[in-house]
């Protein structure tokens, strides 16, 4: 391995020097989790740099912002994952600059050199400069987040109680989601929920025929990327189970009461959940040539950012654009994982001067959830919904977990709210205040 | 019911008017939930105040301090506890004043009247002024601080691996748990456990022999309300896990690394944890003489605060001297119960004009744990330890938990934790920051 060079005066990073090439990960999402697996028996240093000292289970962030799961079930340490990992190092802090031509990263604690670069960082919630949005509306991309949004749900359902101004009230008891993919769906189904088999218990003294759940999508259907029957379904489903979905109103400024919209229509909330975008997460120090306006990184078929020869991005922040996929692959979970894999062997082929070999994405099809006994599953030309295809998503979510334990907290918990139709921990254990996502 | 008197200007917190006395209730400990529940069919109204819309069951705290066991499972919102029960409404807030010759109190969200007013407050840490302890000594009163505890023992073992001066990396290894009761005993073997069982695989290029976990007890002897046996037992168990016991040591500075000792012994830590005191939780409005110095509320043999006709103190924060307990009860869950208990009856009697009930604690005996296997028990004039005693440990506090489910998850989390010999939520969910315990 080289020197640092040219680094005189900065703190290096604590990390043991060895002979062979420094493999530096940043993010230990699905892409980056699986790269470093797979680099186990591989003939380098793996570093892996993650701003949490645990790997986030995403997709079901929705169910620990709805009371549904404990946080500390859809996460895992990183530590433990890699235990026993012996070229395996982890550095819990945040990455600010990466200086490409001499090949080192400056982060929060100093800085850390590396033969190869991988950026698997993912993304965050795109608020597109809407007025007000970043400040005043709940993202959910985190753990914290979805725990912030937890605390906000239950803060204002009891600010509810305390007033007596009707239309205040109504403001206070109104969800308001945005954005038709996925988590969209998935949130407004489970609020749906809430509202028909917990809040009224918890609060007898307010009046649940006036609480309103509004899925808002600026396009013209919910879960683009499904078939047609699936789009349809979806909108069946919560129709029946009480969500208004407007289609086509886009969102133009939210001032944390009044959400102002395209069409016009006057539209008060205090709770407005933005699942309407994300971009890439970006570093400093990358040449903005290669960054799409989504803030995605242009990669080459090995997932090598274009333009430079050691530095790579895979999952949600990379950007290959195929003939199949002219304009990147969709970003879920399977592509990073796929691409992770995948890069393990090709980086230890251009160690060995081999030849790479390109990706290909095996598309397994896709799902989502709207709630009790109702799902929605494409797999390539075969689609199907209801039960089944909800038993479906609940086995491959529950299976995708990493750890047993966790496996079995999750299990436990669905069955319990499949059971009692409850919510259980509906907790505001650090209560929100407003900047608290900043 | 009164109105509301002399009060004018002053929002009132909108609680539902009703013929029947309104009993208010500040806190849902033990003693408040008890209380509140054996009021179910009382004729009264039931208003419970409390800042968290849940029911710590603090006990456990230490688990959660130590990544053993989820904040979720040891805590239960309170609106579920009290499903079905017609008469009795919970707030949200933080109760600021008493004014008691005007019969309400002043909270952040407006004021509420009372005809009966029972302070539930329990207790909150004692820093004794002890120069730097309240800013740089870690508390573990609630589930707030039991979390910013686990993230700080994690984090402080993040940044041993970046120091390379050898004596601030003992600092960040060091664990120095200060007051020999219960709590502290507890914290010191779940600390033991995690140096011999989960860090040497999370963080192998620390150290662990460097690692010392310090108990230090300013009296002569740990868990002082025992039988000489177990206190010796006690001594006996810490050793055998690792921890070094300090008596006859106080602690008179804290500068967030260097402890001042009495004894001169040099001793430096980045992670002290301060169990060694409590005190009232007490609010303005009450005549100071009826303050005890520990800040405990005196109370007749009804829990009536002396000198006041309406108002009540259950629990840890109140006193009631008798000729067995001439300086009051322990402050322990089973006096706040058996007083809950009583009081509902009394105040049922007092309405109705009938003789009330003195109280008599029935002390079912008291124990503490150590570690696997390993834990103290004493029920009248017997007393035994080791597994069997460690195993009523496990199950007395299985079934003290709120909510079968509550039981479930522990259970779970505990048979795991034991079988694997992990503790799997080592998680820093929100970094601790100096302060935050504030």
Redesign the interface.
Known sequence: MQPLRSNAGHMK??I?EVKQPRVVIIGCGFGGLELAKRLAHAPVQVVLIDK???HTFQPLLYQVSTSGL????I???I??IF??Q?NF?Y??CEVQKINSEQKYLETN??NCNYDYLVIATGTTTNFFNIEGLEEKSMPMKS??EA?NLRSLI??NL?KA????DINERDALMNFVIVGGGPTGVELAGAICELKKHVLP?????LDFRRMRIILIESGDTLLASMCETNRKKAVQYLHDLGTEVWLNTKVTKYDGLNVTLGSGKPLQTSNLMWAAGVKGQIIEGINPDVITPAKRLLVDEINRVKGYENIFAIGDVGCMMTEKYPRGHPQVAPVAIQQGHLLAQNIVSLINKQATKPFDYFDKGSMATVGRNKALVEVGKINFGGFFGWVTWLFVHLMSLV?F?NR??TL?NWI?NYVSY?R???????PYKAGDNK
């Open positions: 990073i604590n043991p949490n000292n645990y404990e946080a500390d079930s996460v895992y340490p530590r433990k235990k026993g012996n190092h550095r819990w604690i100093g753990v914290v725990l239950l803060q009891e109680l305390l007033v007596t218990n918890d609060y007898p003294e750890g334990r079995v907290m436990f319990w409850d259980n921990i509906r907790l505001i254990i650090r």
